[in-house]
């Protein structure tokens, strides 16, 4: 049951991402993921960690988070609220919420793990198609298009990864411009993405894109090199996103605002 709820869901997102983005996108991703059987994008499986990712083309859902939930579900608040949702449809895309606020939302609606790999597919669908992850300017993109097509096509999503980052990430929108984020998401090299902001926009915004992606980078490698698992994953992992600060580079973004 839960297998063929998430298979529809996959093919659902997977449509609608590559209608929206196939022509930044490469043929031989769009044609592999149109040719491949949808049972051979996933694993349901034991990973070491909560979290969700993508890795050889494949979404994982880790089986950890069924015991984290039961954990959650000994809260007297569990399942008080079950249509919660974190977000409206005015604040999906900046809002304030952070992880914490997502362990919130699972304990009012009583989340299920179903629940819980549904609200987290589109964003790792996005990676599926090839948008870059992993650094916190490629985690703020992948998760403002998340937010982004979950409005456009009321796709049902957490409306709380990377807060931080995707704050960031819409104000690198503001300035590079839509069309040139949705082209450098899909490029997994920092010099070339650099390269190409240059001859399209010139030197300044280029060096601004370089400067805050660097910076932000050092800040994420504390948080998101971290495996979240056992007992305390859900704790570890609300402190340490907590914890991570991205004052600096807000100023040094507002700066060139102000400049320019
Ligand atoms: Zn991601």
């Known amino acids: 049951m839960i297998n063929k709820i998430l298979e529809d869901n996959i093919k659902k997102n997977l449509k609608i991402l590559i209608q ?19 049972k051979n994008l996933y694993n349901i499986e034991n990973t070491n960690t909560i979290s969700l990712f993508v890795q050889n083309n494949k979404i994982y859902y880790p089986k950890e988070a069924i015991n984290a ?37 699972a304990i009012l609606k009583g989340l299920k793990p179903i629940d ?31 937010r982004q097509i979950a409005k456009k096509y009321n796709v049902i999503t957490s409306g709380c990864g990377y807060p931080k980052e995707v704050f960031i990430a819409y104000q690198l929108e503001q300035i590079l411009g839509k069309e040139i984020i949705e082209k450098i998401m899909f490029i997994d090299d920092l010099d070339k993405q650099v390269k190409y902001i240059k001859e399209k926009l010139g030197a300044n915004k280029a060096n601004l894109y370089y400067e805050v992606y660097q910076k932000t980078n050092k ?3 504390s948080y998101i090199n971290n495996n ?11 402190y340490a996103y907590d914890k991570l600060n991205y004052d600096e580079i807000l100023k040094i973004i507002n700066d060139f605002q102000e400049s320019n």
């Open 228 to 238: 979240y698992s056992g007992l305390n994953a859900i704790q570890d992992k609300i």
């Open 20 to 38: 929206e983005f196939n022509s930044n996108m490469s043929s031989a991703k769009i044609k592999m993921l149109q040719n491949t059987n949808v």
């Open 219 to 221: 800040i994420f490698k």
């Open 116 to 146: 819980y790999y549904l609200e987290n597919t589109l964003h790792e669908c996005c990676h599926l198609i090839g948008i870059v992850g992993a650094s916190a300017i490629g985690e703020g993109i992948t998760e403002l298009k998340t």
């Open 69 to 105: 939930l039961e954990l959650l579900s000994t809260n007297p608040d569990f399942g008080k609220n079950k249509n919660h949702k974190a977000y409206t449809n005015e604040n999906l895309i900046i809002n304030d919420n952070t992880f914490s606020s997502y362990v919130n939302h």
